[in-house]
């Protein structure tokens, strides 16, 4: 098996007047299964908290929500963007998994 490509997503809790909500992992969530119905396992999502430990280190000038592939800076700031993921994943030489027909 080849090694999957490794899409992290960087966000942030945010506070309103609700009290603090988790979109961005939430829409990190819903990332990955996207992704994942498309590329299988040759493709791994991981979401990071700004302020986790273990959150790669990104440029100072950097917007919330950061997408990396294979760590490199694919996107900052702005939506969350399925097709530019799956072109990046695809450009390294991911194939989409067959469907499967009934």
């Known amino acids: 098996m080849v090694k999957p490509v490794d899409v992290v997503i960087v966000g942030a809790p945010i506070a309103?007047?609700?009290?603090?909500?988790?979109?961005?992992?939430?829409?990190?969530?819903?990332?990955?299964a996207q992704l994942e119905q498309h590329f299988g396992d040759q493709v791994r999502v991981t979401y990071h908290d700004l302020f986790d430990p273990a959150c790669p280190p990104?440029?100072?000038d950097a917007a919330l929500p950061v997408v990396l592939v294979d760590g490199e800076i694919l996107?900052?700031?702005?939506?969350?963007?399925?097709?530019?993921?799956?072109?990046?994943?695809?450009?390294?030489g991911v194939?989409?998994?067959r469907s499967v027909s009934a």
């Not at 309103?16 to 990955?32: F, I, Q, S, Y």
């Not at 996107?75 to 390294?92: C, D, F, N, Q, T």
């Open 16 to 32: 309103c007047t609700d009290g603090v909500k988790d979109t961005w992992r939430e829409l990190a969530g819903w990332v990955a």
């Open 58 to 60: 990104l440029p100072p």
């Open 95 to 97: 194939a989409p998994r």
């Open 75 to 92: 996107s900052s700031g702005g939506k969350l963007s399925v097709p530019l993921i799956r072109r990046a994943v695809e450009a390294r």
